[in-house]
């Protein structure tokens, strides 16, 4: 069975692995992204820079049968549930978690951040 994915950002490391084996599996993937990084031409491309009041605007009237989101801002996430068309959706973000990018493969004594108070993971 074919599904159609729409991936948001991730266009480097876990993103490119996921368009990967999607495109593997026959799937169609849409992959949203800011555009400022060349994609894997698997994908169809849609431009969305999420930091912009308008940003799903390029989304509307579509639907996917799995929405996969690899932000860190929750608030990005809430912001898409209430507009794009997905039958599931997946969270991903272990960069809102983990406070020093640096160490690359964080176990449980890592540092993390404290639970956000809002939507925006502070800079």
Not at 22 to 42: I, L
Not at 48 to 58: C, E, N, Q, T
Request: charged content about 20%; some cysteine.
């Amino acid at each position: 069975m074919s599904l159609s994915e729409l991936l948001f950002g991730g266009n480097c490391m876990l993103g490119g692995q996921l368009v990967t084996a999607f495109a593997y599996a026959d799937h169609h993937v849409a992959r949203t992204c800011r555009g400022t990084s060349p994609v894997d031409e698997t994908a169809e491309f849609i431009t969305v820079d999420r930091g912009s009041a308008d940003a799903l605007k390029p989304l509307a009237g579509r639907s996917w049968d799995v929405a996969i989101d690899l932000t860190s801002h929750p608030g990005f996430v809430r912001d898409a549930l209430g507009t794009v068309g997905a039958a599931h959706w997946i969270y991903i973000s272990s960069a809102s978690v983990y406070t020093r990018g640096d160490i690359f493969e964080p176990d449980e004594t890592a540092p993390i951040h404290p639970a956000m108070a809002d939507d925006k993971l502070e800079d």
